[in-house]
């Protein structure tokens, strides 16, 4: 909000300089966050009289006058080409060397054939008002040669008033806040009326059909108004706060806007069909030009001012044209109301018309502010347009409200500050903000969080208790934390002594995004880039993977952006395969890409929402070490990627099964399950798959490589398979044996059955198990393949004897004999 500080002074004694003012102000939670110095930049430019006003004998459009700029100074010629001068007017005139707003420079200068020393202003030009159209007449008393930034200059702070303060969304409220500060007194405008005629009754009429969206609605009538511009003063006070001027009659009803905080309308009377006002929703097909000239079509929910034949004004936000205060209006309609914030910001947000005033209505009204407000307009049009006052007031409900009773501890506001504050001080501060005390009853609940029960006071809490009075305007006063920040407030947050926390530090708690971390540092440090994907896909992603557009698991949004954007995902997949086509696109097809990322399922009407790692290779994969050659992804490459990510994590190693079931989108050939047991050897869950994208799927997304590899892993599974401690386990003193064994099996077992078969019979003397080759031929039978495993055996205590070492072998070979029919190959 800009603050003029000349019209502030009205209301409050500001004895500060304005930098003062403003950090005495943002330290109240009124943050200033500019001082604008109005009039600095109207270098030499003075009040001057008019002594003679002549037409240009060569010109048609220009006038020649004469200007007396001060005693000493000589009569100046000067040329203007407006038609509002008259000899005998004061106004601003711009001597040569004089600098305007912009950096324009006035010199002396010819035209059409005659000098001009210099130059007659209009408002416009000196940013005073918004008239651009003549010259600025400036009152007859002002004097003669005084600059004008000396009579018209100002000081005007733009403060930033937060959303829950829209009681300071005005000047008054802002001086409300320099007297807490400084401690002066708050003067209120005087607001006498004289009324004559007849009664407002006899000729306004109105009906509220929903008091919940209108509680309050208060309408005056001024009768015989003449219309026209206001005063330079007003203009120039609305210019400096960012309203422009219109006309006497609507100037007042922006000059109380921002006087009191409290937006109203006025109507031209003869707009309203039988002086009659209905406050009602909008009806399906009804049509408002509004002040813009704009033709809006309504909806249902748009709360309206309207008459018999038709809405007048959307309530809260702008009038309509047909009801406009114009030249020819002789009587005034004031409307002053109470209207529901949310209704008002809805209107404002679906219009497109976020105005000073829906600002105002959106943050709530106080409800007593409807009847000032109204006398305060009918005062000031009666004495800026002329015309009278007509006696009484429509008011649809006149009683207003009793202050609110806020109970609170004392000891409770310097428990929360972390200071000690004496009561008297409490109840000091806090009626520099118009709150007053009163010792609590028995029986009084203090309320410490809105929604939730309060603590009721007996009778010794009680007799320590106090109770805030609260005032009507101070509508974010609810709860006893907010008369905390009220004291803080006053008291300054600068002299709330720091200090440290007396309560024991609590114990460690494991980061919960730990493993997170190390996933990403793991992956990184092997050369892969992280991805970050969008968590909304369409329903074609979902169709590609197999999902149907109603599959009753899918979560959708109400009202998506888009169609590709309407869908919560249910994998990784579709993301990382949609950054691997635009990579393709800009000729990028050697990709190792990862994701970290949730994806979202309803189950049994509950959504669940779970952590997934998505990690997609494509084209050639670079080998670990120099001196490797690049690779093609396919699926060994991704799996050993998950092996070497588990093993740095301290997991066990995953295990390779055949699925159950293939996707549609997963190669039949080149997919598998991958388990991994927990830290104590348990059973083993299923960590995720790692699959080659079916060639069908990848000509579907539009993907041109042939060599893609994917793994979509669970990290919930992925942690409970870490050890929550690493022990440190001493380097062997005897040595390892080796021994390799090939064994043949059917090609519809997979290598991961082998290797569980054998780590099972091997423990406990099993170090380590490789799969380092694979072999189908002859002399092996048709659907017979080799797979060659390499045991690493070693006791901690002593060297093993070859005995132990053939019992070890036997019972693997044992095993692989008996659970998957098996045998070794001679």
């Given at each position: 909000?800009?603050v003029?500080?000349?019209?502030?002074?009205?209301?409050?004694?500001?004895?500060?300089?304005?930098?003062?003012?403003?950090?005495?102000?943002t330290l109240?939670?009124?943050e200033?966050?500019?001082?604008?110095?109005r009039?600095?930049d109207?270098?030499?430019?003075?009040?001057g009289e008019?002594?003679t006003?002549?037409?240009?004998?060569?010109?048609?459009h220009?006038?020649?006058?004469?200007?007396?700029?001060?005693p000493?100074?000589?009569?100046?010629?000067?040329?203007t080409?407006?038609s509002?001068?008259?000899?005998?007017?004061r106004?601003?005139?711009?001597?040569?060397?004089?600098?305007?707003?912009?950096?324009?420079?006035?010199?002396?200068t010819?035209m059409?054939?005659r000098?001009s020393?210099?130059?007659?202003?209009?408002?416009d030009e000196?940013?005073?008002?918004?008239?651009?159209?003549g010259?600025?007449?400036l009152?007859?008393?002002?004097?003669?040669?005084?600059?004008?930034?000396?009579?018209?200059g100002d000081?005007?702070?733009?403060?930033?008033?937060?959303?829950n303060?829209?009681?300071?969304?005005?000047?008054?409220?802002?001086?409300?806040?320099?007297a807490?500060?400084t401690?002066?007194?708050?003067?209120?405008?005087?607001?006498?009326?004289?009324?004559?005629?007849?009664?407002v009754?006899?000729?306004?009429?109105?009906?509220?059909?929903d008091?919940r969206?209108?509680?309050r609605?208060?309408?005056?009538l001024?009768?015989g108004?003449?219309?026209?511009?206001?005063s330079?003063?007003?203009?120039?006070?609305?210019?400096?706060?960012g309203?422009?001027?219109?006309s006497?009659?609507?100037?007042?009803?922006?000059?109380?806007?921002?006087?009191?905080?409290?937006p109203?309308?006025?109507f031209?009377a003869?707009g309203?069909?039988?002086?009659?006002?209905?406050?009602?929703?909008?009806?399906?097909?009804?049509r408002?030009?509004?002040?813009?000239?704009v033709v809006r079509?309504?909806?249902?929910?748009?709360?309206?001012?309207a008459?018999?034949?038709?809405?007048l004004?959307?309530a809260?936000?702008?009038?309509?044209?047909?009801?406009?205060?114009?030249?020819?209006?002789?009587t005034?309609?004031?409307?002053?109301?109470?209207f529901?914030?949310?209704a008002i910001?809805?209107?404002a947000?679906?219009?497109?018309?976020?105005?000073?005033?829906?600002?105002?209505?959106?943050k709530?009204?106080?409800?007593?502010?409807?009847?000032?407000?109204?006398?305060?307009v009918?005062?000031l049009?009666?004495?800026?347009?002329?015309?009278?006052?007509?006696?009484?007031?429509?008011?649809t409900?006149?009683?207003e409200?009793?202050p609110?009773?806020?109970?609170?501890r004392?000891s409770?506001?310097s428990?929360?500050?972390g200071?000690?504050?004496r009561?008297?001080?409490?109840?000091?501060?806090?009626?520099r903000?118009?709150?007053?005390t009163?010792?609590?009853?028995?029986?009084?609940?203090?309320?410490?969080a809105?929604?939730?029960?309060?603590?009721p006071?007996?009778g010794?809490?009680a007799?320590?208790a106090l109770?805030?009075i609260v005032?009507?305007?101070?509508?974010?006063?609810?709860i006893?934390?907010?008369?905390?920040?009220?004291?803080a407030?006053v008291l300054?947050?600068?002299?709330?002594?720091?200090?440290?926390?007396?309560?024991?530090?609590?114990?460690?708690?494991?980061d919960p995004?730990?493993?997170?971390?190390?996933?990403?540092?793991?992956?990184?440090?092997?050369?892969?880039d992280?991805?970050?994907?969008?968590?909304l896909v369409?329903?074609?992603?979902?169709?590609?993977?197999?999902?149907?557009?109603?599959?009753?698991a899918t979560?959708?949004v109400?009202n998506?952006?888009?169609?590709?954007?309407?869908?919560?995902?249910r994998?990784?997949?579709?993301?990382?395969?949609?950054?691997?086509?635009?990579?393709?696109?800009?000729?990028?097809?050697?990709?190792?890409?990862?994701?970290?990322g949730h994806?979202?399922?309803?189950v049994?009407?509950?959504?669940?929402?779970?952590?997934?790692?998505?990690?997609?290779?494509?084209?050639d994969?670079?080998?670990v070490?120099w001196n490797?050659?690049?690779?093609?992804?396919?699926?060994?490459e991704?799996?050993?990627?998950?092996?070497a990510?588990?093993?740095?994590?301290?997991a066990?190693?995953?295990?390779?099964?055949?699925p159950?079931?293939?996707a549609?989108y997963?190669?039949?050939?080149?997919?598998?399950t991958l388990?991994?047991a927990?830290?104590?050897?348990?059973?083993?869950?299923?960590?995720?798959r790692?699959?080659?994208?079916?060639p069908a799927?990848?000509?579907?997304?539009?993907v041109?490589?042939?060599?893609v590899?994917v793994?979509?892993?669970?990290?919930?599974?992925?942690?409970a398979?870490?050890?929550?401690?690493?022990?440190?386990?001493?380097?062997p003193r005897?040595?390892?044996?080796?021994?390799?064994?090939?064994?043949v099996?059917g090609?519809?077992?997979?290598?991961?059955?082998?290797?569980r078969?054998?780590?099972?019979?091997?423990?406990?003397?099993?170090?380590?198990?490789r799969?380092f080759?694979?072999?189908a031929g002859?002399?092996?039978?048709?659907?017979?393949?080799?797979?060659?495993?390499?045991?690493t055996?070693?006791?901690?205590?002593?060297?093993?004897t070859?005995?132990?070492?053939?019992?070890?072998?036997?019972?693997?070979?044992d095993?692989l004999r008996?659970?998957l029919?098996?045998?070794?190959?001679?």
């Open positions: 909000m800009r003029p500080l000349s019209w502030l002074g009205d209301y409050v004694d500001v004895d500060l300089t304005p930098e003062a003012l403003a950090d005495r102000l109240l939670g009124m200033v966050q500019g001082i604008e110095r009039g600095i109207w270098q030499r430019v003075v009040v008019l002594l006003v002549e037409p240009h004998p060569g010109s048609d220009l006038l020649v006058t004469t200007v007396r700029t001060g000493a100074e000589p009569v100046l010629t000067v040329l080409g407006a509002n001068v008259a000899a005998g007017q106004v601003p005139v711009a001597v040569p060397g004089a600098v305007l707003p912009g950096g324009r420079r006035i010199e002396v010819r059409a054939g000098e020393q210099g130059m007659l202003c209009s408002g000196l940013g005073l008002t918004t008239d651009a159209d010259i600025l007449i009152p007859p008393d002002a004097p003669v040669g005084v600059a004008m930034a000396d009579l018209f000081v005007v702070l733009d403060v930033d008033v937060k959303p303060r829209g009681d300071a969304l005005s000047l008054i409220g802002l001086a409300r806040e320099v807490a500060a401690g002066a007194r708050v003067r209120w405008p005087e607001i006498a009326l004289e009324e004559t005629g007849p009664a009754e006899s000729r306004v009429a109105v009906e509220v059909l008091e969206l209108c509680p609605f208060v309408a005056r001024v009768d108004v003449t219309v026209g511009p206001s330079l003063r007003v203009q120039a006070r609305l210019t400096a706060a309203v422009r001027p219109v006497n009659v609507v100037d007042a009803s922006n000059y109380v806007m921002l006087e009191l905080g409290k109203t309308h006025t031209d003869a309203i069909a039988g002086g009659r006002i209905v406050v009602r929703p909008a009806r399906t097909g009804e408002l030009e509004t002040l813009d000239h079509d309504l909806t249902p929910e748009t709360l309206l001012i008459d018999p034949a038709g809405p004004s959307i809260g936000v702008m009038g309509g044209a047909s009801s406009e205060v114009g030249m020819a209006t002789r005034v309609v004031i409307e002053s109301a109470v529901d914030p949310v910001r809805r209107a947000h679906h219009y497109a018309l976020r105005s000073e005033a829906s600002l105002r209505f959106e709530g009204q106080e409800t007593r502010l409807a009847r000032i407000g109204a006398d305060r009918a005062q049009v009666a004495a800026w347009a002329g015309g009278s006052v007509a006696p009484g007031r429509v008011d409900a006149p009683a409200p009793e609110a009773r806020l109970p609170f004392p409770r506001v428990g929360l500050l200071t000690t504050i009561v008297d001080a409490i109840r000091d501060l806090l009626a903000v118009d709150v007053r009163e010792p609590a009853r028995p029986g009084d609940v203090v309320p410490v809105t929604g939730f029960p309060g603590v006071l007996d010794a809490a007799a320590e109770v805030a005032p009507t305007h101070r509508r974010d006063m609810e006893e934390a907010d008369v905390t920040e009220e004291v407030r300054g947050y600068d002299r709330v002594p720091g200090r440290l926390p007396e309560t024991p530090m609590p114990e460690y708690r494991p995004r730990r493993t997170v971390d190390d996933v990403r540092d793991a992956l990184a440090g092997r050369g892969l992280e991805v970050v994907t969008h968590a369409g329903p074609l992603d979902h169709e590609r993977i197999g999902i149907a557009g109603d599959d009753p979560i959708r109400t998506p952006l888009s169609a590709e954007h309407s869908q919560l995902r994998s990784l997949l579709p993301g990382l395969v949609r950054v691997l086509v635009e990579n393709e696109r800009q000729r990028r097809v050697d990709l190792s890409l990862f994701e970290i994806v979202h399922d309803l049994d009407g509950v959504p669940v929402e779970r952590a997934v790692l998505g990690i997609l290779l494509a084209g994969q670079a080998g070490a490797q050659a690049a690779r093609p992804a396919d699926l060994w991704v799996r050993g990627l998950v092996t990510l588990c093993a740095r994590l301290g066990l190693r995953p295990t390779a099964a055949r159950g079931t293939v549609s997963e190669h039949p050939g080149r997919t598998a388990l991994v927990g830290p104590d050897g348990g059973v083993d869950a299923v960590l995720g790692v699959f080659q994208p079916h799927y990848l000509e579907a997304a539009e041109r490589s042939t060599h590899a793994a979509l892993l669970d990290l919930d599974v992925l942690q398979a870490i050890p929550a401690v690493r022990r440190y386990v001493p380097f005897v040595p390892a044996v080796e021994r390799d064994l090939a064994i099996v090609d519809g077992t997979a290598a991961g059955e082998v290797e078969v054998v780590r099972d019979a091997a423990a406990p003397l099993l170090r380590t198990l799969l080759d694979v072999y002859a002399p092996l039978a048709p659907g017979e393949r080799s797979l060659a495993f390499r045991l055996l070693q006791s901690p205590e002593r060297t093993l070859d005995e132990e070492i053939d019992a070890t072998v036997g019972r693997v070979v095993a008996t659970r029919g098996a045998h070794i190959r001679a």
